[in-house]
T-cell receptor, first 116, second 115 residues
């Protein structure tokens, strides 16, 4: 399977704990995105990497959130001191930057976080 | 006003009918548009992209774009029960050539195809 892979698929954590999610993009894709989706809503942009550089962060990404993409390969999203409001599906997507072309992004299976 | 708006539905159509899903956007810098299908509990799956005014057909799916009216639609012909899902419209602002491909989504339209 050469699609976007996310791990874990589900995570239940107690409020106040730290969690880390991993995303492995499609291998030739240089762009990687994190989104968050709550029930009944469309995904909301969190952050974007081009290769290893984090080029944009949403205001939704509070200082409890940090994302990395070392060496421009896989990415991690860490949430510190989790709150119940962090419960959501965390989605990773990747795309290939095409000169003059489109920017079709493909999503991983998502990580469903439940904070209790 | 949300940047991308969709009627949340649910939209119910009989099997074999044409399902019509609509989306409007407010950001005139948006130039790339995408339709994703999302089954309950699953992640979004890309089904169509459209970049130019007019129609784009792929199998049973036709995407339509009207930039003057800031309107995007998706038609599903010969609807099947397996098409029952939430359909998400997304836009990318390519203005100035500095787009990072960031998707702005609508809230999605729930489609139910009944036998």
């Amino acid at each position: 399977d050469t699609g976007v892979s996310q791990d874990p698929r589900h995570k239940i954590t107690k409020r106040g704990q730290n969690v880390t999610f991993r995303c492995d993009p499609i291998s030739e894709h240089n762009r990687l995105y994190w989104y968050r989706q709550t029930l009944g809503q469309g995904p909301e942009f969190l952050t974007y990497f081009q290769n290893e550089a984090q080029l944009e962060k949403s205001r939704l990404l509070s200082d409890r959130f940090s994302a990395e993409r070392p060496k421009g390969s896989f990415s991690t999203l860490e949430i510190q001191r989790t709150e119940q409001g962090d419960s959501a599906m965390y989605l990773c997507a990747s795309s290939l930057n095409l000169m003059g072309g489109g920017t079709e992004a493909f999503f991983g299976q998502g990580t469903r976080l439940t904070v209790v | 006003q949300k940047e991308v708006e969709q009627n949340s539905g649910p939209l119910s159509v009989p099997e074999g009918a044409i399902a019509s899903l609509n989306c409007t956007y407010s950001d005139r810098g948006s130039q790339s548009f995408f339709w994703y299908r999302q089954y309950s509990g699953k992640s979004p799956e890309l089904i169509m992209s459209i970049y130019s005014n007019g129609d784009k057909e792929d199998g049973r799916f036709t995407a339509q774009l009207n930039k003057a009216s800031q309107y995007v639609s998706l038609l599903i012909r010969d609807s099947q029960p397996s098409d029952s899902a939430t359909y998400l419209c997304a836009a990318v602002n390519n203005a100035g050539g500095t787009s990072y491909g960031k998707l702005t989504f609508g809230q999605g339209t729930i489609l139910t195809v009944h036998p």
